[in-house]
T-cell receptor, first 111, second 112 residues
């Protein structure tokens, strides 16, 4: 079982729609959760992090965490073509200072 | 721009050779971690250095080793290169090992 699992997609949404990206993790000791965006040929960049159960909003982005279900999601409202990228879910496990990424979900926003 | 720089950007080696990749961390960051990213995959955690000591390691064999220097820059060394080591190697810096990582542009290694 992988430590972090994501639907690989691809996910396509029309411009202006809500894109929903999902992630599950296996280690209940995980304490912090991150979403990175990676454009083709570029390195990942941090867009959101969340440490507590519930929702965290930052502009058009909302991260949701449910530790009981071991589930993290990212919602992108009013999707723009510039949001087209691969979105990586990542989990920090303090025991052993481990850090795991999922395989990423490819998002295409269609103009 | 994250302020994290990596060198070289591209390199080609043959199987069995050794390679050293270098990384300068962002100002104010004292932790460096390294990742291997194969095509179409997410980054895989190799190890993390904090205050010049390795304090976290992923599932990579001992032929992957590293160093962190007093100025927080870092090296990744890979011995006895294998074909499967061909990948993008990413360095990321952070403050005290939080997951808020700032990545360099990577070093793309091809092993022939």
């Amino acid at each position: 079982q992988k430590e972090v699992e994501q639907n690989s997609g691809p996910l396509s949404v029309p411009e202006g729609a809500i894109a929903s990206l999902n992630c599950t993790y296996s280690d209940r000791g995980s304490q912090s959760f991150f979403w990175y965006r990676q454009y083709s040929g570029k390195s990942p960049e941090l867009i959101m992090f969340i440490y507590s159960n519930g929702d965290k909003e930052d502009g058009r982005f909302t991260a949701q965490l449910n530790k009981a279900s071991q589930y993290v999601s990212l919602l992108i409202r009013d999707s723009q073509p510039s949001d087209s990228a691969t979105y990586l879910c990542a989990v920090n496990i303090p025991t052993g200072n481990q850090f795991y990424f999922g395989t990423g979900t490819s998002l295409t926003v269609i103009p | 721009e994250t302020g994290v720089t990596q060198s070289p950007t591209h390199l080609i080696k043959t199987r069995g050779q050794q390679v050293t990749l270098r990384c300068s961390s962002q100002s104010g960051h004292n932790t460096v971690s390294w990742y291997q990213q194969a095509l179409g995959q997410g980054p895989q955690f190799i190890f993390q250095y904090y205050r010049e000591e390795e304090n976290g390691r992923g599932n990579f064999p001992p032929r992957f080793s590293g160093l962190q220097f007093p100025n927080y820059s870092s090296e990744l060394n890979v011995n006895a290169l294998e074909l499967d080591d061909s990948a993008l190697y990413l360095c990321a810096s952070s403050y005290r090992g939080t997951g808020e990582l700032f990545f360099g542009e990577g070093s793309r290694l091809t092993v022939l």
